[in-house]
Nanobody
Framework: VQLQASGGGLVQAGGSLRLSCAASGSISSINVMAWYRQAPGKERELVGSITSRGWKTYSDSVKDRFTISRDNAKNTVYLQMNSLKPEDTAIYYC??????????WGQGTQVTVSS
């Protein structure tokens, strides 16, 4: 299974970005798709997740600003990020989970928000 993330970049505070992550390879049914992020000197943290049934969770820090979605036909997960803040600056990683613990990570995409 390979994951290809894209959509990161440099944006001013208050701006928007949309991240995409497409899974390819030997894929059966994907259970959970999620986005994590890791800022310099900090631990990786969950940003948002979405199950195969469409149930979503978000971290408190991005709730009401970010929206996670998925296209099951394309095995792709998206993260729409609005009202970006400098503290959102991080490397964003996508995760795909098959079953309960069979996880695959994307290579990461840099998001930088300038003040």
């Amino acid at each position: 299974v390979q994951l290809q993330a894209s959509g990161g970049g440099l944006v001013q505070a208050g701006g928007s970005l949309r991240l995409s992550c497409a899974a390819s390879g030997s894929i059966s049914s994907i259970n959970v798709m999620a986005w994590y992020r890791q800022a310099p000197g900090k631990e990786r943290e969950l940003v948002g997740s979405i199950t195969s049934r469409g149930w979503k969770t978000y971290s408190d820090s991005v709730k009401d600003r970010f929206t996670i979605s998925r296209d099951n036909a394309k095995n792709t997960v998206y993260l729409q990020m609005n009202s970006l803040k400098p503290e959102d600056t991080a490397i964003y990683y996508c995760l795909v989970r098959f079953g309960v613990r069979d996880d695959y990570w994307g290579q990461g995409t840099q998001v930088t928000v300038s003040s």
